[in-house]
């Protein structure tokens, strides 16, 4: 079991920054490749971001590419995203999720454990 637990959300206006942390306990955390994803209130949770266990390659929807930033410290079992020029579409919930089987992948079903989720609400 991996027990995963987000911070950092909150209210910021629009073109501001904020960065999330998912700190794991439990198993080994470098055998996850980890990810972000966010649910918007009526829609479904969609993926934002993935890095592999390593932290040597990560991946991005296209909507966050250039704006967002994951990242990982191994030595703290925790994950990071950062937040940059952030827009009100970005509104949501957003989790970090483990997945156990090697290789990046963007669908939630392949993610094994999941976070309670932080809200980030961006103003106009």
């Known amino acids: 079991q991996v027990q995963l637990v987000e911070s950092g959300g909150g209210l910021v206006q629009t073109g501001g920054s904020l960065r999330l942390s998912c700190a794991a306990s439990?198993?080994?955390?470098?055998?996850?490749?980890m990810g972000w994803f966010r649910q918007a209130p009526g829609k479904e949770r969609e993926f934002v971001a993935y890095i592999t266990s390593s932290g040597a390659d990560a991946g991005y929807v296209g909507s966050v590419k250039g704006r967002f930033t994951i990242s990982r410290d191994n030595a703290k079992n925790t994950v990071y995203l950062q937040m940059n020029s952030l827009k009100p579409e970005d509104t949501a919930v957003y989790y970090c999720?483990?997945?156990?089987?090697?290789?990046?992948?963007?669908?939630?079903?392949?993610?094994?454990?999941w976070g309670q989720g932080t809200q980030v609400t961006v103003s106009s």
């Open positions: 999720a483990a997945k156990v089987m090697r290789g990046l992948s963007s669908d939630r079903a392949l993610y094994n454990y």
């Open positions: 439990g198993r080994t955390f470098t055998n996850y490749a």
